[in-house]
């Protein structure tokens, strides 16, 4: 009964206070929100000069540029018995490997021979990581090759940023062209190259003096130079990050005691600059300055310190890096490092790496392997 009339009572109140005030609705502005799934690319100028000389990992870079290079520039010379040594003659329908000749009935060597490269890869991941991409991938390889034409011609890092930076010049233009022809250059002779693997590569020397190549081989060339050129010169980190296969599926083969290129953490934090003479541990402070040195040399821009990216092509320009800097300020070397995960957790050095190689996924990609090598090996001699 109470609870009727508060009803009423309420209702008698609101009545006598008049309507309820308005409150106009204003119709907010309609923004367009554009997403993109595609980030756009930010230009690196990777580092190349560390202190006076090449830094160890350098050397070892250099060198397999050379080795790689020299044997593809110079296989299609060979000659083995009045013939080229290596050549794919696809309208004979015969591959030339030196002493051995194979048939369109011998595919099964071929496969072979595909599985084989596929395995040493599987097996070549599980204990070194991404070793193949910093040092012997043709990505790698020729962008390392074009990096070094620029700075012959722009100079290092910080004058190309300049360069860059400057509105067009005459001299900034004839940088360019000059720069470009020299990259135009190396990837038609590349694309050459490539084609003299499926031509008798004396006869197409002697048809492009004589500007009549043919259609095909024309073609090929141009597409292949192009691809160089463009993978090369122009793309770079991109085809690692965004093209390759091998970046999204290497995860796969990784474990706990692949070999990475690891930041310790726990000795370099918290990071901060500071002078040779001053105690860092003092200050509270890791053994990591701060100085940055590391991302300025990386050719795909990440921050080691981050901790394990796919971008990390695994190169050890960043060990080179941090261990220059290390040698300057007195501190010890390998504040980044080869190491494993659970080498970092565990605290060992190389004797545990060492033993923990031959783990079972190793020691199955090992066995299949040497078995599939064998028989191959076995039938060819047979053959």
Known sequence: MSTAVNRKREQREARSAGPAPVIPIKE??????????????????PRQKIGDKLAYFQKWRWALVWITQVVYYGLPWLQWNDRQAVLFDLAARKFYIFGLVLWPQDIIYLTAILIIAALSLFLFTAVGGRL????ACPQTVYTEIFMWIERRIEGDRAKRMRLDAEPMSARKFALKSAKHAAWI???????????????????LGSDVLRLDVGGWSAFWILFYGFATYGNAGWMREQVCKYMCPYARFQSAMFDPDTLIITYDRERGEPRGPSSKREDRK????????????????????????????????????????????????GLPRGL????????????????????????????????????????????????
């Open 28 to 45: 907010a502005p309609v923004r367009e929100v554009v997403e993109s799934l595609y980030e756009k690319r930010k230009e690196i100028y």
């Open 132 to 135: 193949w991409c910093g040092y």
């Open 185 to 203: 250059a190396v990837a038609l002779w590349t694309g050459f190259t490539f084609v003299g693997y499926f031509t008798p590569i004396r006869e």
């Open 282 to 329: 003092a200050k509270g402070l890791g053994d990591c300055v701060d100085c940055g040195l590391c991302v300025q040399v990386c050719p795909t821009g990440i921050d080691i310190r981050n901790g394990l990216q796919y971008e990390c092509i695994g190169c050890a320009a960043c060990i080179d890096a941090c261990n220059y800097v290390m040698d300057r300020v």
């Open 336 to 383: 980044i490092r080869y190491s494993t995960e659970r080498a970092i957790e565990g605290h060992y050095g190389a004797a545990g790496i060492w033993k923990r190689v031959l783990r079972p996924r190793v020691l199955v990609y090992a066995s299949i392997l040497a078995a599939i090598t064998t028989a191959l090996v076995v039938a060819l001699a047979l053959r």
